[in-house]
């Protein structure tokens, strides 16, 4: 069975510094890979998506980043955070894009990180 | 972008009652998906309707979809209060090739024992 592991589950930093969330995801191979950003009582936003290695395309611009240098594996990262950047961010799979149309999105346990 | 609007922002009602929570978009789509959210947890997926279904059922949920008022429908019947979390409804785009699903701001219910 296929499984997502997103950590930190939480995490504190100042203003200025770096971030790297880790998405790893088995079971699958191929997966498109995704992360999203929830302000607190808001919805969803998308902030990266991903069909393949290397392959990344992001919907808003900010200061994240992020990569995938391996098949099951997404990164989101930050040289340097800003107090907007608060936030519960999610990781997510689906199916790879041949049939990704009607296949749901599977999502991590998600990671609060509070910018300080 | 936010695609799916939900409605009503939060609902509150006893155990047993019916929750019905309601969804709107803007732009044709292939599916409408609805998720649930636990406090502090990711998203789960409930639910996926496709544009050429008019009504689907999973267990105590119910959801419709009326593409040409674009919106759906989700009814959970004889709620629990474990059925207390918020729900997002998600479309994917027609003509997207991507995968990309766009969420609402979702329905906070809760469910009193």
């Known amino acids: 069975s296929q499984t997502i592991h997103q950590w930190p589950a939480t995490l504190v930093q100042p203003v200025g510094s770096p971030l790297s969330l880790e998405c790893t995801v088995e079971?699958?191979?191929?997966?498109?890979l995704y992360w999203y950003r929830q302000a607190a009582g808001r919805g969803l936003q998308l902030l990266f998506y991903?069909?393949?290695?290397?392959?990344i395309s992001s919907e808003v611009p900010q200061n994240l980043s992020a990569s995938r240098p391996q098949d099951r594996q997404f990164i989101l990262s930050s040289k340097k955070l800003l107090l907007s950047d608060s936030g519960f961010y999610l990781c997510?799979?689906?199916?790879?894009?041949?049939?990704?149309?009607?296949?749901?999105?599977?999502f991590g346990n998600g990671t609060r990180l509070t910018v300080t | 972008s936010q695609q799916g609007e939900e409605d009503p922002q939060a609902l509150s009602i006893q155990e047993g009652e019916n929750a019905t929570m309601n969804c709107s978009y803007k732009?044709?789509?292939?599916?409408l998906q609805w998720y649930r959210q636990n406090s502090g947890r990711g998203l789960v997926h409930l639910i996926l309707?496709?544009?050429?279904?008019r009504e689907k059922h999973s267990g105590r949920l119910r959801v419709t979809l009326d593409t040409s008022k674009k919106s759906s429908s989700l009814l959970i019947t004889a709620s629990r209060a474990a059925d207390t979390a918020s729900y997002f409804c998600?479309?994917?785009?027609?003509?997207?090739?991507?995968?990309?699903?766009?969420f609402g701001r979702g329905t906070q219910l809760t469910v009193w024992p």
């Open positions: 309707i496709r544009s050429n279904e």
């Open positions: 991903s069909v393949g290695i290397g392959q």
């Open positions: 732009t044709s789509i292939n599916n």
């Open positions: 998600a479309t994917f785009d027609r003509g997207s090739t991507l995968g990309r699903l766009y």
């Open positions: 079971g699958t191979s191929n997966p498109n």
């Open positions: 997510a799979w689906s199916v790879s894009p041949t049939s990704s149309y009607n296949s749901p999105l599977h």
